[in-house]
């Protein structure tokens, strides 16, 4: 992260290093999380400043503070993009090693990579290739013939 501006109640425009520009909303988290209850006072929330080496958004040193990546994930998601955590999880969640994920998704090991590592953004297609290899689990060099029907979805997931 290169920058930081605190905009509006519980909003902050974001700078990192690519050249990137995101705003993001940090409402939800400060209201859900009792860890960051303090950010309610909107004179500490405006103090909002970079943290060591740009890796985290501190407000009080060592004390409250939030990482880098984690807010540009939120931002990310929040401006209704796919976010870096969902396709970095998603061979976790489904058992894959890297390589099978990437032969599932039909592309690279490589671009894999890329999507996972935040350095290309990850195409809507591809994050609907995960929810859809998820929800029909094919097995072997075959894939499935029809997408289950929510009984059938169930009984797999059972």
Known sequence: MTGVEPLTTYKLRLRYADGQSFEVDLNAWITET??????????LFAQAKIGFAGRTMD???DELDLAADN?????????????????????????????????ALGISRRMLIYYRDGEKPI????????????????????????????????????
């Open 71 to 103: 807010l540009r994930n939120l931002a990310v998601e929040q401006a209704r993009d796919i976010g870096r955590e969902r396709i970095r999880q998603w061979p976790h969640n489904t058992g894959l090693r890297l390589e099978q994920a990437a032969e």
């Open 123 to 158: 195409p809507r297609t591809i994050w609907l290739v995960c929810l859809g290899w998820k929800a029909v689990r094919p097995t072997g060099q075959t894939l499935p013939q029809h997408i289950p029907s929510a009984k059938e979805y169930a009984a797999l997931h059972a």
């Open 59 to 61: 407000w009080i040193e």
């Open 34 to 43: 009792e860890a960051l209850s303090p950010l309610k006072d909107r004179d």
